[in-house]
């Protein structure tokens, strides 16, 4: 057993790997575990081991998510179109809808379509409601601010302090509000 405190020093291994300038965060990630693995494999598998249980909620949650999305729109056209007509000519689970699953309450209950409540179907709605209204702020948000930028760039017109009043205002965030991150 050892007396490292792996998320502190992972943590700082993270920061320390994250570039001034643009980055991707996924080559980020990448070239830290390569450099992790060869200098320092015992942060690398303490911190897998203590982050385990999150890391695969995360994945599970996004395959789930993953299985909604294609059901919805990833199919090619023309699988689409046969499972569309297989379903046409009485084959119920050619499209599959009731297998899509949805987080259904603030406990992040995942409950396939078929099995959905009234009140399930409510919360899920509520909360495509409440994402496309913060998305429809945030686009404000970010309109305003090319309009007002051209051709230069934010830190050029803007204070960071100028940036967030800015932020709060236009998306009716609270003051501890800050922009969401993009997604990796």
């Known amino acids: 057993m050892t007396d490292r405190d792996f998320i502190a020093e992972m943590a700082e291994a993270v920061e320390g790997a994250i570039p001034a300038g643009d980055y991707v965060a996924s080559v980020v990630a990448a070239d830290l575990v390569e450099r992790l693995r060869g200098e320092d494999p015992e942060l690398l598998a303490g911190w897998l081991d203590l982050k385990a249980a999150v890391i695969l909620a995360d994945v599970v949650a996004r395959k789930s998510n993953s ?88 830190g050029e017109v803007f204070t960071e302090a100028q940036y967030l009043d800015m932020y709060r205002s236009v998306t009716q965030q609270g003051p501890r509000s800050v922009p969401r991150a993009a997604a990796a």
């Open 67 to 154: 299985k909604r999305q294609a059901a919805r729109i990833g199919a090619p056209r023309k699988a689409f179109a046969e499972a569309a007509r297989s379903f046409a000519d009485g084959d119920v689970t050619a499209l599959h809808p009731f297998a899509a699953e949805y987080v259904v309450d603030e406990d992040n209950t995942r409950r396939t379509v078929a099995n959905m409540t009234a009140s399930d179907c409510r919360f899920v709605a509520s909360k495509y409601e409440d994402a496309a209204r913060i998305s429809k702020l945030e686009a404000a948000f970010h309109r305003a601010v090319g309009k007002k930028i051209g051709a230069r760039v934010v």
